[in-house]
C-alpha cells in the first residue's frame, strides 16, 4: 500500500515538475533562438502532454490499486439515485478505522523536508486522492488544448518587430517592439507547474506557496502586453485585490498553525510515527466537530481526543477561532475565485491574450479558489458554510445581471465565469460538496472551449472583441460557431432529460437540488434556492444573447465582417477536443463516473448530513436526491425560458433590446456600470489612500524635506565661509611669499645682461671687493 | 749675485694677472679674451712657483703650474671649438653680440 503511495507521487511529481523545467528552459529562449522560433512554445506543449500522460497513468494505477472501487455503484441503479446508496459502503478513505476491509483510495506523504523548526515542519508534502487525479488530468488536458491553440493565436508575436495597434506613442505612431512568443509559453509553463503544485500540495503552506505562484503567474499574464496602459494596471489590480484575500488566507494559516501545531492535510502514510494530519485533528472519523460548549476538543486520528504530552490535558480550539480561521481561508478563496465583494478584478484580467483568460482566468486558477474551500471543508463550521453559500449567492446573481448589458464578448465570459464560481461556492456552502466540485469541472471544459472559441473569433475579425460589430459569423467560421453552441448549451443546462445531456446541465442539476434540499430544511435561507434558480435563466440569456449576437443574424459591420475567416486546425482542433470534453465529460450525471470518482473524495460525514450543528441543518444525501426530479425540472424550464428571451430579443428579433433599454435606463446604467462597484471602491478605498497619500507627501515636503534642506542650506553657508577664508587668508600668505620670491628673482633678472665681458668686470670687481672686506674685517 | 726674493715674482705675476683682466674686460674679439684668459693663468702659475720655495718639497707648485699649463691648452682648444660654433652662428667673434642669454 505504502508503495503504491509512493509510485503515484512520483508520477504526479512527474506531471507537476515538467512544466517548471519547460520554464528555465523557454525563458532563456530569446538568448538560445531567434524571436521566429517556435521551439520554446513547442517545448512548453510537450511538457504538458507529458504531464497529462503521466497523471493518466497515475490514475490508471489508482484504479488498478483500487480495484476501481470508486467506480463501482454500490446499490441497484433501476429507479434510485446515487444519493441513496448506502452510506456505509462509503468512504474507506482518510485513515477511519472502522471500515477495515476497506481499500484504501488516499495516499499522502512527503517528498522533501524544507525545514524543521521546533514543533513546525515546513514540507513538500503530497496528497493524493481522486479528487487530485481528476483536477491533475483536467488541468493537464485542458493545458495542453490551450498551449496548442496558443500557438496559433500567438502567433503575430513570432517578429522582431511586432506592432501593438492599441499603444498609441506621443508622436501619433504606435508602439513597436521585438515579438515575445518564447515568453509568453514560459510564463504559462510556470503558470501550469504551480496550479498542478496547488493540487498536489499535502500541506497548506505549500498551498499558500504555489497560491501566491499562481497569482504572480496571473500577473505576468494579465501584464502580458505590459506597454498597453489597461493592461498593467488590470494586472496590478489583480494582484492587489488578490492580496486583501491573502492576507485572510495568512490569519486562517496562523490560527491552524497555532491551534493544530501542524500543516499536513493527513498523517503520512509511511511514516509510523507521523502526527494525525489538520482534517483529522478538527474531525472525528465520521465527521463530527468534538465540541464542548466553546470548545472543540482535537483529534488523534484513532479515534481519541489529542492530548498534551506534558500534563495529559486534551487539547482543545475555541470554536470561535476555528470559525476565524475558516473564514480566513475562505478570504483567499474569494480573492482567487473572484467572489463578492472581491470580483473587481477578474472583468479586467481579461486584459490578457485570451488562451490566458481561457486556462487561468476562467479553468483552473480562479477554480483554485473553489478547489481549495474543498479541501479545507473539514475545518469549515457551519456559520463558515453559511457565509460561503450567500457569498455564492450574492456573487452569482451580481455577475450574471452585468454580464446581460456586457457587449464585449470577453467580458461576457468573464462575468459568466464569475457567475459559475459563485454557482461552485454556493454548493460547497451548502454541503453540496461533489456537486461543487463536479461543476469545477464541467465548468473548467465548457469555459476553456468558449474562451477559445472567443479567441478564434477574435482573430478572425482582427482583434475586434465587441460583439455590437459581429453578427452572422457561423458562415464564415462554422467550426468555432458549433463548438461554441456546444458550450453555450453546456453552460446554460439545456437538455432533453433522458435523451442526451451536456456536462453544464448535469453539474448544475447536482448544485440546484442541493440547495432546494438545503431549502427544505432551512426555510429561512430562501434566498440560497431561488437566486440561482433565476440565475440558471439569467444564464441561458446571456449565454444565447452572446451567441445570437456573434453568429446568427445579419452582419453589423459589413467591412470586417469580409475579412472574417475560419482558423486552421492548430487553432480549431483544441476547440474540437474542448468541445467533446465538454459535452460528454459528465455523462450519465450521478450515475456517470466522474461524479462517482469526485464523490470518492467527498470529506466524511456529509453524506449523513451530521456535520451540521447550531441551528443550520444540512441536507443528507437521501434528502438531496428526494428533490432532485424536482430540482432539474424546475433548473430546466427556467433556462428554457432564458433561452427563449434571448431568441425572442437576438434570434427573431420580436422583441427589441433597444425598447428595454430605454424602459430601464437607470437599471441599465447600473449595470453597465458594473453595480458600481469599481466607483464604491474607488470611493471607500482607493480615495481615501490617495488622500493619505496627499497628507504623507506633505508631511515629507513640509517637515522632512524642509529640515533636510535647513540643515543642507546650513552646510552650504558654513562651506562658503571656509571656502573665503581659505582664498583670502591660506591662499593669500602662499600668495604673497610666492610673489615676493617672484619680484626678487625678477630684480636679479637685470644682472644677467648676456655680456661676457660686463660678466668679467663683475667677477674682478667682486673679487676686490671681497678682498676689501676681508682686510676691513680680519686685518690680520 | 743676491737673492732676487719673492716680492719680484708677485708683481710679475699681479701684472700679468691684471693686464689679462684688463684684457678679458676690454677686448671684443674672442680670441682677444681667450688670450686674457692665456695671461691671468700664467699670472697665478708665476704665483705657484714662487711660492713653491716656501714648502718642504719644493715641487708642488711647479707640479701644480704645469697641471694648469695643461688645463690651459685644454681649455683654449674647447674654447677655440666656441669660437668657431660662434662664428660659423654670428659671423663674428664679437663676444658682445653673443648675448641671448641675457636674462
Not at chain 1, 190 to 204: D, Q, R
Not at chain 1, 414 to 439: D, K, P
Not at chain 1, 448 to 460: E, K, N
Not at chain 1, 694 to 723: E, M, P, Q, Y
Request: aromatic share 14%; proline share 3%; charged share 15%.
Amino acid at each position: 500500500m505504502e508503495s503504491i503511495g509512493h509510485e503515484l507521487g512520483i508520477w504526479l511529481a512527474v506531471a507537476w515538475l515538467l512544466p517548471l523545467l519547460g520554464f528555465f528552459i523557454e525563458i532563456f529562449g530569446g538568448y538560445w533562438g531567434t524571436r521566429l522560433s517556435k521551439t520554446a512554445a513547442h517545448m512548453a506543449v510537450v511538457c504538458i502532454a507529458t504531464g497529462f500522460v503521466c497523471s493518466s497513468i497515475a490514475f490508471v494505477r489508482w484504479g488498478a490499486v483500487t480495484d476501481w472501487a470508486a467506480l463501482e455503484l454500490h446499490a441497484p441503479v433501476s429507479a434510485t439515485h446515487f444519493y441513496e446508496e448506502p452510506n456505509a459502503a462509503k468512504h474507506s478513505g482518510h485513515g477511519s478505522s472502522e471500515a477495515a476491509t476497506a481499500i484504501k483510495k488516499s495516499f499522502s506523504g512527503q517528498y522533501y523536508q524544507l525545514a524543521l523548526f521546533g514543533d513546525l515542519e515546513i514540507a513538500i508534502d503530497y496528497y493524493i486522492d481522486s479528487l487530485t487525479l481528476v483536477m491533475f488530468m483536467m488541468v493537464t488536458l485542458v493545458a495542453t488544448c490551450i498551449h496548442i491553440f496558443a500557438l496559433g493565436y500567438m502567433s503575430d508575436e513570432l517578429t522582431d518587430d511586432h506592432i501593438d495597434h492599441e499603444v498609441h506613442l506621443a508622436n501619433g505612431s504606435h508602439m513597436h517592439r521585438p515579438g515575445r512568443y518564447y515568453r509568453f509559453f514560459s510564463y504559462m509553463s510556470l503558470f501550469c507547474f504551480s496550479m498542478l503544485g496547488l493540487v498536489l500540495a499535502g500541506n497548506i503552506f505549500m498551498v499558500f506557496v504555489f497560491w501566491e505562484l499562481v497569482g504572480i503567474c496571473s500577473y505576468l499574464l494579465i501584464g502580458f502586453y505590459t506597454e498597453r496602459h489597461s493592461a498593467s494596471t488590470a494586472a496590478n489590480k489583480a494582484f492587489i485585490v488578490n492580496r486583501v484575500g491573502d492576507f485572510g488566507f495568512i490569519i486562517g494559516l496562523m490560527i491552524i498553525w497555532t491551534w493544530c501545531g501542524t500543516f499536513q492535510f493527513y498523517e503520512y502514510d509511511s511514516v509510523s510515527q507521523s502526527r494525525p494530519g489538520l482534517f483529522q485533528m478538527v474531525r472525528t472519523a465520521d465527521g463530527q466537530l468534538d465540541r464542548e460548549g466553546d470548545v472543540v476538543y482535537l483529534q488523534d486520528g484513532q479515534g481519541h481526543r489529542l492530548v498534551n504530552a506534558h500534563n495529559q490535558q486534551p487539547i482543545g480550539i475555541e470554536y470561535m477561532l476555528l470559525v476565524a480561521a475558516g473564514i480566513g481561508i475562505f478570504a483567499g478563496c474569494v480573492g482567487k475565485s473572484a467572489q463578492f465583494p472581491l470580483q473587481t478584478w477578474l472583468p479586467d484580467a481579461m486584459e490578457g491574450p485570451t488562451p490566458v483568460s481561457a486556462l487561468v482566468h476562467s479553468a483552473t486558477m480562479v477554480a483554485a479558489g473553489v478547489y481549495l474551500a474543498g479541501r479545507f471543508f473539514p475545518i469549515f463550521t457551519p456559520e463558515v458554510l453559511l457565509t460561503i453559500a450567500y457569498v455564492g449567492c450574492i456573487t452569482l446573481f451580481v455577475a450574471a445581471t452585468i454580464a446581460i448589458v456586457a457587449t464585449d464578448i470577453k467580458r461576457v465570459l468573464a462575468y459568466s465565469t464569475i457567475s459559475q464560481l459563485g454557482y461552485m461556492m454556493l454548493a460547497i456552502g451548502v454541503a453540496g460538496w461533489v456537486a461543487g466540485l463536479f461543476h469545477l469541472i464541467t465548468h473548467a471544459f465548457f469555459k476553456s472551449l468558449m474562451f477559445l472559441c472567443s479567441g478564434s473569433v477574435i482573430i478572425g475579425c482582427h482583434h475586434e472583441q465587441e460583439m455590437t460589430r459581429m453578427g452572422g459569423l457561423w458562415r464564415k467560421m462554422p467550426v468555432t460557431a458549433f463548438t461554441m453552441l456546444v458550450g453555450v448549451i453546456a453552460i446554460s443546462g439545456l437538455a432533453i432529460p433522458g435523451v442526451i445531456a451536456f456536462s453544464g446541465y448535469h453539474s448544475k442539476d447536482a448544485i440546484m437540488a442541493t440547495s432546494l434540499a438545503f431549502f427544505g430544511l432551512n426555510s429561512s435561507h430562501f434566498l440560497l434556492y431561488f437566486v440561482p434558480l433565476i440565475t440558471a435563466g439569467i444564464t441561458a440569456f446571456y449565454m444565447f444573447r452572446l451567441w445570437f449576437y456573434t453568429f446568427l443574424g445579419e452582419p453589423r459591420d459589413q467591412e470586417l465582417h469580409e475579412h472574417v475567416h475560419e482558423q486552421s486546425w492548430v487553432m480549431t482542433g483544441p476547440l474540437v477536443v474542448l468541445a467533446v470534453f465538454a459535452a460528454f465529460c459528465a455523462v450519465g450525471g450521478e450515475h456517470g463516473y466522474l461524479f462517482r470518482l469526485l464523490a470518492d473524495s467527498e470529506p466524511a460525514g456529509i453524506a449523513a448530513g451530521t456535520i451540521g450543528v447550531s441551528g443550520i441543518a444540512l441536507p443528507t444525501h437521501k434528502q438531496v436526491g428526494a428533490v432532485h426530479m424536482t430540482a432539474g425540472a424546475y433548473a430546466l424550464v427556467v433556462a428554457c425560458l432564458g433561452t427563449l428571451m434571448a431568441y425572442a430579443f437576438y434570434g427573431i428579433k420580436i422583441l427589441n433590446p433597444e425598447d428595454v433599454k430605454r424602459q430601464f435606463a437607470g437599471v441599465y446604467r447600473f449595470l453597465v456600470q458594473k453595480w458600481q462597484f469599481d466607483k464604491l471602491y474607488d470611493v471607500m478605498f482607493v480615495k481615501p489612500a490617495h488622500i493619505i497619500a496627499g497628507w504623507c507627501v506633505a508631511i515629507d515636503r513640509g517637515i522632512i524635506d524642509a529640515f533636510l534642506h535647513r540643515t543642507v542650506k546650513t552646510g552650504v553657508d558654513v562651506s562658503n565661509w571656509d571656502r573665503r577664508f581659505d582664498e583670502v587668508v591660506i591662499d593669500g600668505l602662499v600668495n604673497s611669499i610666492g610673489n615676493v620670491t617672484f619680484a626678487f628673482g625678477r630684480s636679479l633678472r637685470v644682472l644677467q645682461t648676456g655680456l661676457l665681458r660686463q660678466y668679467v668686470m663683475f667677477i674682478a670687481i667682486g673679487v676686490v671687493g671681497l678682498f676689501l672686506l676681508l682686510f676691513v674685517f680680519f686685518p690680520k | 749675485m743676491g737673492e732676487i726674493g719673492l716680492k719680484p715674482y708677485l708683481l710679475v705675476g699681479a701684472v700679468l694677472f691684471v693686464t689679462g683682466i684688463v684684457c678679458m674686460a676690454s677686448k671684443r674679439n674672442g680670441i682677444g679674451v681667450l688670450m686674457g684668459v692665456e695671461l691671468v693663468l700664467n699670472g697665478a702659475n708665476v704665483n705657484f712657483v714662487a711660492f713653491s720655495r716656501y714648502t718642504a718639497l719644493g715641487l708642488d707648485g711647479q707640479i701644480i703650474s704645469l697641471f694648469v699649463i695643461v688645463l690651459a691648452a685644454a681649455e683654449a682648444a674647447v674654447a677655440l671649438a666656441i669660437a668657431l660654433n660662434f662664428y660659423n652662428n654670428h659671423l663674428t667673434i664679437d663676444v658682445d653680440r653673443g648675448n641671448e642669454l641675457r636674462g
